[in-house]
């Protein structure tokens, strides 16, 4: 059993920058892929970026690209989202995801933990 929780979340005006962090509480396995997902108020929760265990793919959606970072440092069972030139757009709730493959997916049901969230607001 994994159990993951978010931080670094806040309230920051546009064109500001946040860096958000999921701890692991145990060590996860060699090979788990881990992501991040958002729900904003009467939407969907969507897809936001995944990273492999080495680091070496990653993926994000088409409206992130070039301004958030996703990174893991696996000695210490941590997951970063680092969120550049913010817009009230990416105002949401963001989730930590780990997914027990080695595969990048996008979709919700192919991740099997989830951590309970933590609140982006972004001021226009």
């Known amino acids: 059993q994994v159990q993951l929780v978010e931080s670094g979340g806040g309230l920051v005006q546009a064109g500001g920058s946040l860096r958000l962090s999921c701890d692991a509480s145990?060590?996860?396995?060699?090979?788990?892929?881990m992501g991040w997902f958002r729900q904003a108020p009467g939407k969907e929760r969507e897809f936001v970026a995944a990273?492999?265990?080495?680091?070496?793919?990653?993926s994000y959606t088409d409206s992130v690209k070039g301004r958030f970072t996703i990174s893991r440092d696996n000695a210490k069972n941590t997951l970063y989202l680092q969120m550049n030139s913010l817009t009230p757009e990416d105002t949401a709730v963001y989730y930590c995801?780990?997914?027990?493959?080695?595969?990048?997916?996008?979709?919700?049901?192919?991740?099997?933990?989830w951590g309970p969230g933590t609140q982006v607001t972004v001021s226009s």
């Open positions: 995801a780990a997914r027990i493959m080695a595969t990048i997916r996008q979709g919700r049901a192919d991740y099997n933990y």
């Open positions: 990273i492999t265990w080495s680091g070496s793919s990653t």
């Open positions: 145990a060590r996860t396995r060699i090979g788990y892929t």
